[in-house]
């Protein structure tokens, strides 16, 4: 079977939810041509393929690819599609796409051996192949690590998928329900090793928590480390664990860690406690101490506009950067991030929501405070323009957008960052949708 596997976004990393499809489909001898189309300005050559599937990992990705698989319905109607990842359920179904949801990858070998329409969520551990890279583009091509007077290639892998924890904002809950499992010792090792390979210096762990099993997550970083004592890691880890477990961190560093992103959230603890984030603002001060010590930096995300939001929150949380020495740390998208409630969420139950808009694929839910609503538009329109700028100057420009009081100074320096700034939950730029349309 001819089968085509296509990415529209992944963080800018080298598509991994390529790579790993793409060995299981092989060893069942299937012919399998991959395209990352945030990389390939190429439109996809329909003509060719049997059969089309899309990762769609995240909300981005997801509403990326409707937009293309729209596209390739309305000139190849009868071309099996299917959706695959953690997003997979939801959207597509209207066009007749088959969604497969979660630990995806048996679902996708029985889809191409019968190509029906069909719809299958599987959470069960799984055991994976080593991801095949071999046609994928070459990670010059992606995201870098710069700071500290370097720049780095990255590469991107999984120790593991689902969570052991139910915020209720986020997406993972919905599909594994505080299941988690890990994708391999072993696999993780040589698919690290391949990427050192091609030239990866440092890579990045997407693991939705980084210690839902710490000794298992330690371990891999060790035998890394030991096979490739110059590499570097980022990992993402809970504020919660990063307290919880407050005397790894050093250890993590001596191993290569060397960048930690954690979802702070916002400032906010009656919005903490309603998402169920399991931390306060008190406990992200805290955590942003811990790993001053063991020096390793923090990349906080956010979620500066809820149902919840009151009007003076935006500054409350730049002033907390700027107590923190946090200004430089943060990418302008982070301050921007309004709370998309997809299909399933936790949060959907609550009387804030509103109707659900399948075209965008959340819940609107709207601000009782107009003036919110406004600061959401002014803040993303600003961190939308500030694509391709120097971050600081765009924080800068929000923070003289909405501050009364002047912009704080920030030592220069460089801080360890990715240069891919936008984010798996922020809607996609207008030059994402119009290169899909093309």
């Not at 811990?290 to 939001?309: D, G, H, M, V, Y």
């Not at 002014?378 to 700028?389: M, Y």
Request: proline content about 7%; aromatic content about 8%; some cysteine.
């Amino acid at each position: 079977m001819r089968i085509l596997l296509v990415s529209t976004y992944e963080l800018g990393h080298q598509p991994l939810h390529l790579a790993s499809p793409a060995a299981r489909l092989r060893q069942h001898g299937h012919d399998v041509w991959v395209v990352d189309l945030s990389v390939d300005g190429e439109a996809i050559d329909a003509n060719w393929p049997e059969a089309i599937a899309y990762s769609v990992p995240m909300h981005t990705a997801l509403r990326l690819a409707i937009e293309s698989a729209a596209g390739i319905r309305a000139t190849h109607p009868v071309v099996p599609i299917a959706f695959y990842g953690l997003y997979a359920g939801m959207g597509g179904g209207e066009l007749g796409i088959s969604q497969l949801v979660g630990e995806y990858e048996p679902a996708l070998i029985e889809w191409a051996g019968a190509l029906s329409p069909r719809v299958r969520a599987d959470v069960s551990q799984q055991k994976f192949l080593v991801p095949d890279r071999t046609d994928l583009a070459p990670l010059s091509t992606y995201a870098r690590l710069v700071g500290r007077g370097r720049e780095r290639r990255v590469g991107y892998v999984e120790a593991s998928h689902g969570c052991r924890h139910r915020c209720r904002h986020c997406p993972i809950p919905a599909v594994y329900d505080g299941r988690y499992r890990i994708t391999g010792m072993q696999t993780v090792r040589v698919d690290i090793d391949q990427l050192v390979e091609a030239g990866a210096e440092h890579v990045t762990f997407g693991d939705s928590d980084f210690l839902n099993a710490p000794r298992y997550s330690l371990d891999v970083l060790k035998a890394s480390h030991l096979r490739h004592p110059d590499l570097t890691f980022d990992v993402t880890v809970k504020v919660s664990h990063i307290l919880d477990h407050r005397g790894l961190w050093p250890e993590m560093a001596s191993v290569g860690v060397v960048m930690v992103v954690s979802a702070f959230e916002t400032t906010n603890d009656r919005i903490l406690a309603i998402l169920d984030k399991g931390h306060t603002a008190a406990d992200m001060a805290e955590a942003v101490e811990i790993l001053k010590r063991a020096r390793i930096e923090l990349r906080p995300s956010w979620l500066p506009f809820t149902p919840w939001t009151e009007p003076e929150d935006f500054a409350r949380m730049l002033t907390f950067l700027a107590e923190q020495d946090l200004l430089d740390s943060v990418d302008p998208v982070q301050l921007s991030i309004r709370l998309l409630v997809p299909y399933g969420s936790l949060l959907a139950d609550r009387p804030e929501m509103g109707e659900y808009d399948a075209s965008r694929l959340s819940y609107e839910w709207v601000s009782p405070y107009p003036e919110v609503e406004q600061m959401q538009e002014r803040v993303a329109a600003l961190a939308e323009a500030g694509i391709g700028q120097p971050p600081l100057a765009t924080t800068q420009t929000i923070w003289e957008n909405v501050m009364t009081r002047p912009f704080p100074p920030v030592p220069a320096r460089q801080r360890l960052r990715l240069t891919e700034s936008w984010f798996c939950c922020s809607e996609p730029t207008h030059q994402q949708l119009v290169s899909i349309r093309n």
